[in-house]
């Protein structure tokens, strides 16, 4: 049975090409793992949506009888038993899937959810004062600064590129989006790195297509056609 | 070979009883294992400190020829083979474990992080006005309900108390500190029912006992004793 991915329906602009489906298609696509996509509607939230993601999150997996979601979970039982999770490596590769979504992710999220404020208020709410952003900011650069230390000058994360440098490059990206990553070369050199992956460059074609097709659904619909 | 847990050498108040070296106490005494305890300076960090752990965090674990950070990777790893880490329940409990550290302690930390600065702006910077902290507070209720209606009539996440609980009554009670759990009595309950448990009691008692010693350590220091 082939596994089927869930992302939304159909979302606005701004968050294309960081929905974290892209995650999960970069991964599928560095296997070679067939897959085929479904959706959940992105507003307002369905019962049946909330059935299989309490959190009316996605990634959602449907593998067989299992049912999975959060995107650092779905890349370990995706990347098990090959080399994007080498059981040589597994604690260390597992250490930096941890440091990509509790430690540099909490730290960027923290930051950009404020910066979003500022554009999209409807979105993340009201937004704070320029002082407070700032210092979010420096504490996410204090963050980046080490992780930029710690990568050295090493291609990846771990011996060979893993399920902890797909999850931490896609974290990165979102710091990029927003210019903040450019003080940081080996950051940036990193996150090139592994943007020239095919694997990558399907993934994120494939994830841009998704919302092309859901506009023009949409506008089929809107239009009554 | 004794495992060799890293904490800091001496907090003020406000931490205490919320560092995370108490998840990986915790899953110490649940397990059984023996352990020590050793310290990194707080402030300022040692370049002794940031060779361990790049990000100048603790828990850093050292087990044999292992040196391992990030409190999610050290709970996978000392849970493994262990009934905390069941084989036949191993990717629901991973689940879990992510979605306490990647969705329920993001949204946590977001907020209080704000609460924090409203008390320590020298910690936690300039503190938001309060219509953003409150909406920081709604968007983590959003995530507390939401885990709450998963969690239903069950005592845990999984179907045994597993390592995914430690991480989760671990970010929730931070919640519970800052006076906002009481309106999710089924979470009161979990965070409640965990807390009973004797190897929960324990390395809390440890954990304390630590900033006490550190206390006497740091006074006859001072006092030139």
């Known amino acids: ?10 979302l ?18 560095e296997t070679g793992q067939p897959y085929t996509v479904d959706t959940v509607p992105a507003y307002p939230k369905s019962p049946g949506h909330l059935a299989l993601q309490p959190f009316g999150q996605v990634p959602i997996v449907v593998d067989g009888d299992l ?4 995107s650092g979970a779905i890349l370990m039982h995706l990347g098990e038993g090959t080399a994007l999770l080498p059981a040589s490596d597994r604690t260390k590769v597992t250490q930096w899937l941890f440091a990509a979504l509790n430690t540099v992710e909490m730290s960027v999220m923290h ?3 404020m910066v979003l404020a500022t554009r ?4 993340f709410g009201p937004p ?10 420096r504490e996410m650069e204090a963050k980046l600064e ?21 999850a931490m490059v896609e974290v990165l990206r979102v710091v990029e989006s927003e210019g903040a990553l450019a003080r940081f070369p080996q950051l940036v050199s990193y996150v090139d790195r592994a943007r020239e992956r095919q694997a990558f460059q399907r993934a994120m074609a494939d994830h841009m297509q998704h ?6 659904r949409k506008a089929a619909t809107e239009t009554g056609r």
């Open 111 to 113: 930051w950009v959810t």
């Open 128 to 137: 704070p004062e320029d002082v407070v952003i700032e210092h979010a900011r």
């Open 67 to 70: 049912t999975l979601f959060e």
């Open 146 to 166: 080490a992780l930029q230390m710690a990568l050295g000058g090493e291609a990846w994360l771990a011996d060979k590129f893993t399920i902890a440098d797909i």
């Open 12 to 29: 606005p602009e701004f968050p294309r090409g960081f929905v974290r489906d892209l995650r999960v298609r970069w991964v599928l696509e």
């Open 211 to 216: 919302w092309r097709a859901a506009d023009s």
């Open 1 to 10: 049975m082939t596994l089927t991915l869930y992302t939304f329906d159909w």
């Open 120 to 123: 999209f208020p409807d979105f």
